[in-house]
Each structure stands twice: as C-alpha cells, then as structure tokens.
C-alpha cells in the first residue's frame, strides 16, 4: 500500500484543500497520514476526519519584529528532526504540503530522506513557507495562471485549487432548516476567515437592522468572536466557525461577503455564489488577498470593495448593488473555464510517488 503524508497549517486555509484530496486518494489505496502541530486548528479538523495525526514542534514565519523571531528558528530545527524520525518510521511515498508554516520543517524533512515533495500555492504570488519549501520540493502546483511567472524557473503546474465534492453537493433546503429560517428572504452569508475578522464584523453588526430589512443573514464570525447579545435577533445566527454544516448553508447563500483568500474564493467560484471580497489590506498581509481579489473581479466573478474604502455607508451600497446585479455575476461563473484541481492534483501524486 502506497503512503502519504499530508501537511499544512495555521488555518483552515491550509487544511481543507488537503481534504478535499482524500476520497480520491483512499480510492486509489493510499494510507493517509498527517502532520501538524499540537495547538493549530488543523489538528481538530484532521482528527475529527479519523487520519492518523503527528505533532511537531513549529515557529512562527513573522514579517515583523518579535521578540520570538530570535526563539522560534530553534523550534523550527526541533521540528525538522521530529519530521525527519516520523519520515524514517512511515517511509512516505509522498508529502504533499499546503503551505502555513507548519509546512516548512515537514518539507525539509522530506527532502533529506529524498522523498518527493508536492506543494500547493493557491495565491497569486507564494507565501512565506512556500517561498522557503521551494527548494526542497519536486513540483509546485498553482491556482492562478498568473501564478506561473512568480515561480519561474521552478518545476510549477497550473493545477487550480482541489475543492471538497461534499461542498458541491450541499443542499439549500438543509441548510435554511440548520439556520431555522422560516420566512422567504435571500440568505446573506458572510466569511470572515477561520480566525475571524473584527473589522468585518463589527460593520455587519453596525449594520444589522437595514440589513435585516432584506437579508436573512448567516454570520461566520472567528473562534471567540460570537457576540452573545445578538443570538436572540430574528433572522440573524452566528457561527465561530463550520465544518460539516458549511456544504448546505454556502448552498443555501443568495449572495456571499467574504474575504478574499484563494480557497473560499474558488469555492464561491465554483458554486457560483455572487460575491462582495473584502480582502485583507497591505498595512495587515502581504497583499495576496488584494491581487487574488482584482484578478476575480477583472474576469467578473467578483465586486470588490478595499478595507481602507469600506465604511457602514459604502458596505451597503455595495451589498445592494450586489444584490441587484447578481445574476451578471452567476452567468460570468457559468462561463469559466476554471475547474476545481482535484483531478489534477491526483495524477500528479501519481506520477512522483511511483
């Protein structure tokens, strides 16, 4: 029986495209392991799924000054040595790595006991710890065609991004019954991250009675971000966070706010969710999330708005206006020629694992 090792982390981000490979992968024989870290939130999503999980020791990839910038390179050689004891115990035929900063020791480790590598980029231009697995890895696959040019000289394949079929076969009626909505209104979903946005929060929450006017609204705030006060607002539930369930409410959406990382983004694509992005500014990201956002809203997939412009007035202008001209938006989704890699993405483990 073939082996493979999975790895990614930090947020759901770097754990659900992972997901969404494993059906295929346990069709086709493979004993599925994973590694990540003790505290990340990739470990609850794993173990509830039943693969076998191992921990190792992490730092964080920072962008600015931390006192733990000078600690943290000594945890990361902690878990390249944990990686490389698991890697000469399971004897992988394959990792397959989706970036986080967890991802970086494990790809390191693959590298010294030559087993290949995959890595996934599902932003325009490559995080921190895919930047630093690059070297070690024998193929990158990427989401965006634009993706290519930023990692020129490499060994990259435009793959899109591998998209769980449970979410496809979500189901509206359901997800109405698990929100309790019983009048008539579109459903308003807003994403603001596994871990949550404040900001968009705290304007949705400004914003609830003309929302409500309208919208039925289906909030998914960030673990710890659930405000207690508003659980008893007819027509608005809170969520810190979905798993099983999020299938049958993005299904249920008539419309969709959302941050703008690559996953969800490609999600709503394939959906065909109309949807205002909201994506993370450059004061708090490396501005992925600004490019992935323009590079959807220039194909008209997307209506964008930048953090620095939103206020209560402009955020809903833009909803109504969302709203209004949803359908130009659904019909543009209908005529990509964007397709969830999963497919691709398997033929590729394949290949390098034999």
Do not use: W
């Not at 990686?83 to 970036?99: C, L, Q, T």
């Not at 980029?121 to 965006?144: Q, R």
């Not at 394949?157 to 209104?185: A, H, M, N, Y």
């Not at 710890?224 to 999020?246: A, P, T």
Request: hydrophobic share 40%; proline share 4%; with cysteine.
């Amino acid at each position: 029986m073939k082996k493979i090792i999975l790895t990614g982390g930090g947020s759901a981000g770097h754990v659900t495209p992972n997901l969404a490979l494993v059906p295929s992968l346990k069709e086709l024989g493979y004993e599925i392991q994973y590694i990540g870290t003790r505290n990340g939130i990739e470990r609850k999503i794993i173990e509830d799924e039943k693969i076998k999980y191992h921990i190792i020791s992490s730092g964080k990839l920072r962008r600015y000054f931390d006192i733990k910038n000078f600690t943290d390179p000594f945890r990361v050689l902690k878990g390249i040595f944990q990686a490389v004891v698991i890697m000469r115990r399971e004897k992988p035929n394959i990792v397959f790595s989706k970036g986080g900063f967890v991802s970086v020791p494990v790809v390191i480790a693959a590298y010294l006991n030559k087993i290949p590598v995959i890595i996934h980029e599902s932003d325009i231009t490559p995080g921190l710890a895919n930047k630093l697995s690059i070297p070690y890895c024998t193929k990158i696959c990427v989401t965006f065609p634009e993706s290519l040019k930023n990692v020129k000289g490499h060994d990259a394949v435009l793959t899109g991004t591998p998209i769980r079929q449970e979410l496809l076969d979500g189901s509206r009626i359901i997800g109405r019954r698990l929100c309790g909505f019983t009048d008539e209104k579109p459903i308003l979903l807003i994403i603001g991250g596994s871990l949550g946005s404040r900001f968009i929060n705290n304007t949705v929450r400004n914003s609830l009675n003309e929302l409500l006017r309208v919208f039925n609204i289906v909030h998914i705030c960030g673990r710890g971000n659930v405000d207690k006060s508003l659980n008893m607002r007819k027509g608005y539930i809170q969520f810190e966070y979905l798993n099983r369930e999020l299938p049958h409410i993005m299904n249920a959406a008539d419309i969709v706010v959302s941050r703008a990382g690559a996953n969800v983004i490609f999600e709503l694509l394939a959906l065909k969710k109309p949807n205002l992005l909201i994506p993370l500014s450059r004061a708090s990201s490396r501005g992925d999330q600004i490019l992935n956002a323009a590079s959807f809203e220039k194909s008209g997939y997307s209506m964008v708005l930048q953090e620095e412009e939103m206020t209560q007035m402009t955020f809903l202008n833009k909803i109504k206006e969302l709203y209004a001209s949803r359908n130009n938006y659904i019909n543009n989704m209908k005529a990509s020629p964007v397709r969830h890699g999963v497919s691709k993405i398997i033929n590729l483990i394949e290949k390098c694992s034999n």
